[in-house]
């Protein structure tokens, strides 16, 4: 069982930018997926950006650009920076990760961290 605890989420003016952390209480280096998602009031959850099992780096249209995803295996933590932000960037953001163990799929995702951009 792998817990995900976001947190760097906040208020944030027009342009400013934010750092997601989201910390595995396990390892995630037999991690296939890692993502960010997001969910805004009213909308759907959709994809912001991912790393998928071949390294390959992935980003929705109104993320491409503004912000990056990365990992540190070391600290078992998965980080979505944001720069530029806009209005329309404001949900509540969640992490997730997807680990295969003894040949079983397992998808994990944290309990979510807001995100507004104000000003």
């Known amino acids: 069982q792998v817990q995900l605890v976001e947190s760097g989420g906040g208020l944030v003016q027009p342009g400013g930018s934010l750092r997601l952390s989201c910390l595995a209480s396990?390892?995630?280096?037999?991690?296939?997926?890692m993502g960010w998602y997001r969910q805004a009031p009213g909308k759907q959850r959709e994809l912001v950006a991912e790393?998928?099992?071949?390294?390959?780096?992935n980003y929705a249209d109104s993320a491409e650009g503004r912000f990056t995803i990365s990992r540190d295996y070391a600290k078992n933590t998965v980080y979505l920076q944001m720069n530029s932000l806009k209005p329309e960037d404001t949900a509540v953001y969640y992490c997730?990760?997807?680990?295969?163990?003894?040949?079983?799929?397992?998808?994990?995702w944290g309990q979510g961290t807001q995100v507004t951009v104000s000003s």
């Open positions: 997730t990760v997807q680990i295969v163990k003894t040949g079983v799929t397992t998808r994990y």
């Open positions: 790393i998928t099992s071949g390294g390959r780096l």
């Open positions: 396990g390892s995630i280096f037999r991690a296939n997926y």
